[in-house]
C-alpha cells in the first residue's frame, strides 16, 4: 500500500469512495466543496496498485480568539468497506499528521470515534479549552498538538469552514 498527494485524476474516485462509505453523499460534496474553496488543504489518498482504497482530508480551521494559530480539521477519513480493519486508515491518519507538521500547522481537531483517534495522540479538545461550534459529545471532539504547548493559554471555539455547514 502506497499513502501519496491525492492528484487530479483520483477526484471522482475519491468522490465514489467517499458516496460508498458514508450513508449519504454529503461527505463526498465536502471534499469537492474544500478542494475548491478551503486553502491550504492536504488531501492523501491510499493505493493498492491502481486501486484507490482510502482518503483522507485536511483543511484549516480558525480558532476564534486566536486567529494567528495555524490549526487543521481532519474530515472526513474514508476507507473502501472491503478494505476496513487493515491498517490502512491508520497510515492515512498517521501521513496526515506528518503533512500536517510539515505545512507548519500546531495542531490538528477531529471530530471522531473517542475509542479510535486517542492512539494518534487525540484528546479530549477540551483539555486545551477548545470547544466545537457543532453540538457534539465532549469525547467526541479531540484535539492533539503538533508542536508542544501551541494550544497553551489558547482555548476559545473551533470554528469549519463554511463547507462544514452543508452536512
Not at 492528484?7 to 478542494?35: C, G, I, M, Q
Request: charged share 20%; net charge negative.
Amino acid at each position: 500500500m502506497l499513502i501519496r498527494k491525492e492528484e487530479y485524476e483520483d477526484w471522482p474516485v475519491v468522490h465514489a469512495l467517499n458516496a460508498s462509505v458514508f450513508e449519504t453523499a454529503a461527505e463526498a460534496k465536502l471534499v469537492d466543496a474544500l478542494r475548491r474553496d478551503a486553502k491550504p488543504i492536504i488531501s492523501l489518498v491510499a493505493a493498492e496498485g491502481k486501486e484507490i482504497v482510502g482518503h483522507i482530508l485536511f483543511s484549516p480551521v480558525s480558532l476564534v480568539d486566536h486567529p494567528e494559530l495555524m490549526i487543521m480539521g481532519l474530515a472526513p477519513m474514508a476507507v473502501a468497506a472491503h478494505r476496513q480493519r487493515r491498517g490502512i486508515g491508520s497510515a492515512l491518519v498517521g501521513a496526515g499528521l506528518e503533512h500536517c507538521k510539515q505545512l507548519g500547522a500546531g495542531a490538528v481537531v477531529v471530530l471522531g470515534h473517542h475509542d479510535y483517534y486517542p492512539r494518534f495522540g487525540f484528546v479530549p479538545a477540551t483539555r486545551y479549552g477548545l470547544r466545537s461550534a457543532y453540538e457534539v459529545p465532549e469525547e467526541a471532539f479531540m484535539a492533539v498538538e503538533l508542536r508542544p504547548g501551541y494550544l497553551k493559554d489558547a482555548g476559545g471555539m473551533i470554528e469549519y469552514h463554511a463547507a462544514f455547514g452543508n452536512l
